[in-house]
């Protein structure tokens, strides 16, 4: 399979995720992957500004457009695509709330970012958990290779930081691999994510 078609795959399956995101938001069926003793930890107040902005712009271009395109075929075109893009902003933002990070029972992680990222940790990999408040410029997902350090941020900050006992692989939005050996994440809460790893770890 060559690149350009693995790509479209990847954005393929990433709106059927989306839309599976908006469906369980709706029918109010909990985190996804949430078992039993595990703790979910959201990080979605930190964009909440930046959706709100981005869906308001979206609805007020999509009636705008509708109002002042007269050839109907052009008007139909811009509509349904301004309908897919307010859909999509509602998907992504939902696809972060019923996609938290996780803490296991048993110490392990799962950092995630909606359905873009999704890092699991096992127990025995997680070696520290600490709060460690960072901002920082780029995207959502910053990867030093030579260093093993990722940045998973929202909103340009992090809070947590995440050491492991020995590299882990990932994949990116895009399908490609990644590797780490301590990750910056964002929690909203980031002092009850740390003492609840600490806890679950002292526990297991």
């Not at 296991?104 to 600490?130: F, K, M, Q, T, W």
């Not at 929202?154 to 895009?174: D, I, M, N, Y």
């Amino acid at each position: 399979m060559s690149t350009a078609a693995r790509v479209v795959r990847r954005l393929v399956v990433h709106e059927l995720v989306l839309f599976g995101c908006l469906l369980r938001w709706l029918a109010r069926r909990g985190p996804h992957g949430l078992e039993a003793g595990d703790r979910a930890f959201g990080y979605v107040a930190g964009q909440a500004a930046v959706f709100w902005i981005m869906l308001t712009v979206s609805v007020v271009e999509t009636v705008v457009l509708a109002l002042i395109i007269p050839w109907p075929l052009v008007h139909l075109v811009l509509l349904v695509l301004g309908i897919w893009g307010t859909l999509f902003a509602v998907e992504f933002q939902l696809s972060c709330v019923t996609r938290p990070h996780l803490v296991g029972v048993d110490g392990s992680l799962r950092l995630r970012y909606g359905a873009l990222v999704d890092i699991p940790l096992p127990a025995p990999l997680v070696r520290e958990v600490r709060v460690d408040r960072r901002f920082r410029d780029g995207g959502l997902l910053k990867v030093d290779a030579e260093s093993g350090t990722v940045d998973l941020g929202v909103a340009g900050q992090t809070s947590l930081t995440v050491e492991l006992s020995a590299p882990v692989t990932f994949r990116r939005p895009l399908g490609r691999e990644a590797t780490a050996r301590v990750i910056h994440c964002h929690a909203d809460d980031a002092a009850a994510f740390a003492a609840h790893w600490r806890a679950a770890r002292a526990e297991a």
